[in-house]
């Protein structure tokens, strides 16, 4: 059974920084897009950040553009666990943060929920102003 397990969400001031974890178990995403995404109050899910393997040892991050310059996502295939780092956080990134992992091969990182096959619990991310 695939599970993803989030940790690092809590409130935070803005202008801080928080670090997401997510531990996949079940089955290994060495190859495989895993991505974050988000859901505010009354939102849709919406895509924030997403890693794919280029071949080789390489791995391509895509960025909402909401969040570029400020996330950084990372993944150890040797943890099988992505990351995501969060720095100058605004009340605006308040939200339950997702953890997901696709179990198709793409030459893209999909920002589009329904395109992930596998998917954590969520974990609260709170920035007070």
């Known amino acids: 059974q695939v599970q993803l397990v989030e940790s690092g969400g809590g409130l935070v001031q803005a202008g801080g920084s928080l670090r997401l974890s997510c531990e996949a178990s079940?089955?290994?995403?060495?190859?495989?897009?895993m991505g974050w995404f988000r859901q505010a109050p009354g939102k849709e899910r919406e895509f924030v950040a997403g890693?794919?393997?280029?071949?080789?040892?390489?791995?391509?991050?895509e960025y909402a553009d909401s969040v570029k310059g400020r996330f950084t996502i990372s993944r150890d295939n040797a943890k099988n666990s992505v990351y995501l780092q969060m720095s100058t956080l605004k009340p605006e990134d308040t939200a339950v943060y997702y953890c997901?992992?696709?179990?198709?091969?793409?030459?893209?990182?999909?920002?589009?929920?329904?395109?992930?096959?596998?998917w954590g619990q969520g974990t609260q991310v709170t920035v007070s102003s």
């Open positions: 997901a992992a696709d179990s198709h091969l793409r030459g893209i990182v999909s920002t589009t929920p329904d395109e992930y096959d596998y």
């Open positions: 079940g089955r290994t995403f060495r190859n495989y897009p």
């Open positions: 890693t794919r393997w280029g071949g080789g040892g390489i791995y391509y991050a």
